[in-house]
């Protein structure tokens, strides 16, 4: 029976993102129900590329909060997202992994550690330490396919040493840890055909958010559309924006957050009238209480990306937000199949702005309607304290 847990990851609270927010979720659900639980990580960076104010000075720092430990240490941070930067900073998290490993008495009291991937090499050699070393209960927590998301998205060429490194990473972890969990049932299908009959479980980043009442609809005019988070080449919101007149569709756009992309669409914006609005980083805390005041938000991806479900569908559903999904795969299943929202195929803009033309003009009914399916759903097959209460057992049976 599991009774104190180590979770190890790159990415962390409070830095933003869906990796960060799923451990934090995931630590804090672990901890309700009744778990000690500790998390391994590196000093606040992402997506700044810069460590964090608080944390600087400093190779590691262990803190408590919410009554979980954390253990932080020190990576090469930057806003390069070159692969020898990318590559520079797992390898120094990978050799905070081994300091680490030199507590022997503490890592002797964990019964699982659960290990993050991707970065795939940073899965790997924490999967070496943890159980092939010290040979403990592990879950490996796969959030993406690497390398095949790393070829989709065109960073690593299919064939390359790169790529055939990565290949044998990738069934190195999947056979070696004790079992696994994916965030899409796709992903959960791929392993299992790589290791077949190992104890799995579909984890997917629900948010453990109250769900909020139905309300009357708002008046949608002008329609106000929000998307809150990374700004990267997998959402490409720089290309939406140009490709879209929200105006010309009566609509406002309201961007949250940053990324690699953000100089690029903070210059876009200054030279264009176009009814988008960037309002930068806010806490996560601000990000949900402002939420519900948007009539939709739009979740892109812009390629299609075996076993990516984005983690704002789950962000939207408690707030009663309806989705504006253009991606493809299994997110566009689950919007579809439960009626939350309006689809259309990923970087297809010319359907995404008639997906908005449409939600616009939606009869009140029908509106509400859609907006009450997202609070069932989140009550429902998407409840936070339900998945928890299953993932208890689950690591109780590794």
């Known amino acids: 029976m599991a009774n104190k847990v180590l979770i190890v990851s790159f990415y962390y609270t409070p830095e933003i993102g869906a990796a960060a927010s799923r451990i934090g979720n995931m630590a804090e659900g672990l901890q309700r129900?009744?778990?000690s639980v500790d998390v391994l990580t590196c000093l606040p960076n992402y997506p700044r590329g810069r460590i964090f104010e608080g944390y600087r000075g400093c190779y590691s720092k262990k803190e408590t909060i919410n009554d979980i430990n954390i253990y932080r240490y020190w990576t090469y941070a930057t806003v390069a997202r070159t692969p020898l930067a990318r590559l520079l900073g797992m390898a120094f998290f990978i050799l905070a992994i081994w300091v680490f490993g030199l507590k022997v008495r503490l890592i002797r009291k964990y019964d699982h550690v659960v290990i993050q991937s991707p970065p795939l090499p940073v899965a790997y050699f924490a999967?070496?330490?943890?159980?092939?070393?010290?040979?403990?209960?592990?879950v490996l927590n796969v959030s993406d396919l690497w390398p095949e998301s790393a070829v989709e998205l065109g960073a690593v060429k299919r064939g390359s040493l790169y790529y055939k490194v990565l290949s044998h990473m990738e069934r190195f972890v999947y056979r070696h840890n004790t079992a696994y969990q994916g965030q899409s049932q796709e992903i959960v299908d791929h392993v299992n055909a790589m290791v077949p009959q190992k104890l799995h479980f579909l984890y997917r980043n629900l948010q453990p958010h109250s769900v909020a009442t139905t309300t009357d609809s708002k008046p949608r005019q002008p329609?106000?559309?929000?998307?809150?988070?990374?700004?990267?080449?997998?959402?490409?919101?720089?290309?939406m924006i140009q490709a879209i007149d929200f105006k010309a569709c009566?609509?406002?756009?309201?961007?949250?957050?940053g990324g690699n992309q953000v100089n690029a669409i903070n210059d876009y914006l200054a030279t264009h009238d176009c009814a988008v609005v960037n309002h930068g980083y806010v806490s996560k805390e601000q990000i949900n209480r402002e939420l519900s005041l948007y009539h939709a938000s739009i979740v892109p991806l812009a390629v299609r990306i075996k076993g990516a479900v984005p983690s704002k569908i789950f962000d939207l559903l408690p707030h009663g937000v309806p989705i504006l999904f253009c991606g493809g795969g299994e997110g566009e299943q689950i919007v579809a199949d439960n009626h939350l929202g309006l689809t259309s195929k990923p970087g297809d803009y010319e359907?995404?702005?008639?997906?908005?033309?449409?939600?616009?003009?939606?009869?009140?009914?029908?509106y509400e309607?859609?907006?009450?399916?997202?609070?069932t759903a989140a009550e429902?097959?998407?409840?936070?304290?339900?998945?928890?209460v299953a993932f208890r057992k689950f690591l109780d049976q590794v």
Do not use: P, W
């Open 250 to 257: 009566g609509a406002e756009l309201h961007l949250y957050g």
């Open 369 to 375: 309607q859609m907006r009450r399916n997202c609070l």
């Open 223 to 239: 329609l106000k559309l929000v998307y809150a988070g990374l700004f990267g080449v997998a959402q490409d919101i720089l290309g």
């Open 351 to 366: 359907a995404l702005r008639n997906n908005i033309c449409t939600i616009a003009s939606l009869s009140d009914a029908d």
């Open 33 to 35: 129900q009744g778990l």
């Open 380 to 388: 429902n097959e998407f409840n936070f304290d339900s998945q928890m």
């Open 127 to 138: 999967t070496l330490l943890f159980r092939c070393l010290y040979r403990k209960h592990t």
